[in-house]
């Protein structure tokens, strides 16, 4: 039977999870779209208009959580909203019997993170979030790769990601709030971060200097692609203004240290002026691997060995992977089969909505076994405390180790945060 879901958030993330549950939909018949709900009436109804045109159902429009959460039969909900919500709306739903999903991260601190984590194991439901990038069969094909030791035990990694300048991130100013979203470090790095823990494993420790640049931010014309899924809905900071005045730090420059002694210089700005920089390289005891990109389905991983010439790339690098690799077969349905591949042709939107939509099935299914879903809340945790390590680090001007910032024990950069946010 399938289960009745409702999607909590109808912005820019709320949309793109809408069209990933509508690709889901297309393969799979486990979840039912029942309401969605935002304190912004017309977003809602905006969602609930694609909604009703592609999935042939009109879901319920809710304005108000609480309302919902007491009048629907709800089996579990998908958090899309600001980061400072995550944990207010999933401690209600697990204290009401229903599963969640959330976007990352997966709390807005990592206080917040802990009372999630709580909550859900009191509650015996499932917590899951909604981490896409780890998914991509690209990115797979690497984690493949570096587990087969094709390049050697890892020694260094270059994560480096530099751009934005003074732009709005999707003209959306939470995002650049220290107390709502947190800024690049952590609405986007954890990404960065979740990706070097699942290539790489486990971190003891990090140093950091950051720092806040630009402290005033600036909406601008999006381009077209973005504009189609941020566009229908208004920011409810500084709305009218051009000119948004943001307080989260905005550059971090960190040395990372892997409990497999592997190090990592770790830098992230969306600070930078003119000219953008991505680096992302990992360097072995046989050789480079350069990690591959996320939903672009060309950008694959490619590989340079000792005594070899040239580059490894693109279904070269199947032959070095482990013989019994493949595809889960919840992806090998949106990839064509079990695989594995080293690319693939879809556009980034396309990409989008099936990582998407792959998240989906994973839950659903993990709510039907009682099986924990791969990123739970201990995997997503680990994320974040990854990127506020930098941020804590940054802030006490010393090396903090990852289990003190996992656990609370160093937690100075965050604690107007919680104060802020109640928690």
Known sequence: MALNIALVGCGGMGLRHLHGFIEHSKKFDTLNLVAVCDVNDQAARHVADVAEEQLGKRPAIHTDFDAMLASESLDAIDIVTDTRMHHVFGEAAFAAGV?????????????????????????GMTLSVAENYRRDPLCRLAKALLDEGVIGVPRMVMEVSLGGGDTLMHNTAWRALKSRGGGMLIDAGVHTSDLLLYYLGDVSRVY??????????????????????????????????EAVKVDAV?????????????????????????????????????????????????????????????????????????????????????????????????????????????????????????????????????ALALSYALLESGEVGAPVSLDDVMEGRVAEYQRSIDADNGV
Do not use: W
């Open 99 to 123: 599963h969640v999903m959330t976007e990352k991260p997966i709390a807005i601190t990592m206080k917040a993170a802990r009372r999630m984590r709580e909550a859900a194991t009191a509650s």
């Open 250 to 382: 905005d550059t971090g420059f960190g040395v990372v240290r892997f409990e497999s002694g592997a190090i990592c210089n770790l830098t992230i700005s969306e600070a930078v002026q003119a000219h953008s920089l991505r680096i992302g390289t990992i360097h072995g005891s046989k050789g480079t691997m350069t990690m591959p990109g996320p939903r672009s389905g060309t950008r694959g991983a490619e590989i340079t060995l000792n005594g070899q010439d040239g580059v490894l790339s693109g279904d070269d690098l199947l032959a070095l992977a482990p013989s019994d690799f493949r595809l889960d077969d919840i992806t090998a349905e949106f990839f064509g089969g079990p695989g594995p591949i080293a690319s693939y042709k879809m556009t980034f939107e396309q990409a989008d909505r099936t990582l998407l939509a792959i998240e989906y099935e994973e839950f659903a299914r993990a709510v039907e076994s009682g099986e924990p879903p791969e990123v739970d809340a201990t995997v997503g945790m680990k």
């Open 208 to 241: 950091a200097e950051t720092g806040l640049f630009e402290t005033t931010r600036y909406r601008r014309a999006m381009p077209p692609n973005l504009a189609a899924f941020y566009g229908h809905r208004t920011d409810d900071v500084q709305a009218e203004s």
